[in-house]
T-cell receptor
């Protein structure tokens, strides 16, 4: 089954404790991205990757890091989380860039992070 | 920078009726893509419909259709024969064909009432 898998689904942690949210896709997609969703703000793109070892900043990259060492994985790293990073996070992948083609973006089920 | 505006935070519709969700965007580009995504209570993001700006014909997917007015920078979603399963948050999104992020509106919460 084609899917994007995020882990964990829920996490409560404290300020300053490094955390990583993993994202893996099994569709051999080149394009992957991370979004955060906040009430009243919709979804905002954090980082995206066009292919292995190629990453670019989205609209709200501050406080986040990503890596793309393998095609299937695109982890989101919070080196020193702060309460303003409490949010719902989505990973997505697509065959080509974010919908440019007949192949849509596939989203993971979301990760709810709470930073105390 | 591109912006996307959804002016209706919440809407409701009776089952089997038709509802239209509005979306406007601002861009100076001529080649771009527009999307409507659905987010049900399960929180999954599901692509409903997409439109390429260079296509004049409005996209249609079963009960979902769009009214794309390029000059007015408007991209509304019409849902016909509304069903209870259509209850969700709906997001309009814009993508320039260059190397820029996908930009979402703030969403419209749609409730379908039996």
């Amino acid at each position: 089954e084609a899917q994007v898998t995020q882990n964990p689904r829920y996490l409560i942690t404290v300020t300053g404790k490094k955390l990583t949210v993993t994202c893996s896709q099994n569709m051999n997609h080149e394009y992957m991205s991370w979004y955060r969703q906040d009430p009243g703000l919709g979804l905002r793109q954090i980082y995206y990757s066009m292919n292995v070892e190629v990453t670019d900043k989205g609209d709200v990259p501050e406080g986040y890091k990503v890596s793309r060492k393998e095609k299937r994985n695109f982890p989101l790293i919070l080196e020193s989380p702060s309460p303003n990073q409490t949010s719902l996070y989505f990973c997505a992948s697509s065959l080509s860039r974010a919908g440019i083609s007949n192949q849509p973006q596939h989203f993971g089920d979301g990760t709810r992070l709470s930073i105390l | 920078a591109q912006t996307v505006t959804q002016s209706q935070p919440e809407m409701s519709v009776q089952e089997a009726e038709t509802v239209t969700l509005s979306c406007t965007y601002d861009t100076s580009e001529s080649n771009y893509y527009l999307f409507w995504y659905k987010q049900p209570p399960s929180r999954q993001m599901i692509l409903v419909i997409r439109q390429e700006a260079y296509k004049q014909q409005n996209a249609t997917e079963n009960r979902f259709s769009v009214n794309f007015q390029k000059a007015a920078k408007s991209f509304s979603l019409k849902i016909s024969d509304s069903q209870l399963g259509d209850t969700a948050m709906y997001f309009c999104a814009f993508l320039y064909s260059g190397n820029t992020p996908l930009v979402f509106g703030k969403g419209t919460r749609l409730s379908v009432i039996a």
